[in-house]
């Protein structure tokens, strides 16, 4: 299916200085309540659109929610395929389709709030119902989002990953770069190496940490199945959980 949505530069979401999450203390601020990355004021701000958001309380925001109640990774989220099915009726939404994706993209916020791929439809379908100013509130978190993960490592080395909360967000990020998967290998009890089609500036590859994932129920580590579909246009090689 062909997805007209908002293309997002990678040059414009790097912009983070480089920042690998120390546990440690991501827990400790974002559980101090005296805190200014306490999470459930950065959350908050998050939830209600505040563009004055920093590449740090990104830092914060996105890796503190591992130690959130809400944090469920291998979890289904039935609005995610109704949302693929409205985009592959057509190469374009109407106004209606556009107002039932926003729906159905605040219903996948509930479980997963920092999905850059329902990021990246709410903003285009914001846009289409004529709501600039939240398209331009998804743009800027879906931008700030890839940057944090782009941040977190060079993804170049297995010691030296791109570390995400889910799956979906690895194959995100590579369709971010108009990059094509063909295999997924992992490396370790945390890591995985995404092998990609074509090179990427002499780059076969990239490695992504999802240990965060395991910490409370490893045994429910969903099956991959593969799909087929297009992330800005670009043919991606999805494989979506179970």
């Known amino acids: 299916m062909k997805l007209r949505i908002l293309l997002v530069s990678l040059l414009a979401t790097v912009c983070a200085a480089a920042q690998v999450p120390d546990e440690e203390d991501i827990l400790r601020k974002t559980l101090d309540s005296e ?11 998050y939830q209600t659109g505040d563009t004055t958001l920093t590449a740090t309380d990104y830092h914060y925001l996105y890796y503190g929610f591992a130690y959130q109640d809400a944090y469920s990774p291998l979890k289904r ?19 209606e389709e556009a107002a039932e994706v926003v729906a159905l993209g605040k219903q996948v916020m509930e479980t997963d709030p920092f999905s850059p791929k329902n990021l990246n439809f709410m903003a285009y379908a914001y846009g289409v119902t004529g709501d600039t100013i939240s398209a331009a509130v998804y ?10 993960i782009l941040a977190s490592g060079t993804g170049l080395k297995e010691d030296q990953p791109w570390h995400v909360l889910s799956y979906d967000h690895a194959t995100d990020v590579i369709g971010s770069k108009g990059l094509v ?4 290998q992992v490396r370790s009890s945390s890591v995985e190496y995404i092998q990609l089609a074509r090179r990427d500036k002499g780059v076969k590859g990239y490695f992504f940490d999802f240990g965060r994932m395991y910490r409370h129920r490893p045994e429910e580590a ?14 991606l090689n999805y494989k979506r959980s179970r």
Do not use: C
């Open 35 to 45: 805190s200014e990355f306490y999470y459930p004021g950065l959350m908050l701000r």
């Open 77 to 95: 989220i039935p609005a995610e395929n109704q949302i693929l099915e409205i985009f592959e009726r057509g190469e374009s939404l109407s106004f």
């Open 139 to 148: 743009a800027d978190k879906l931008k700030k989002i890839l940057g944090t």
């Open 181 to 184: 998967i063909v295999n997924r």
């Open 222 to 235: 969903p099956q991959k199945e593969k799909h087929k579909w297009d992330f800005n246009n670009i043919p």
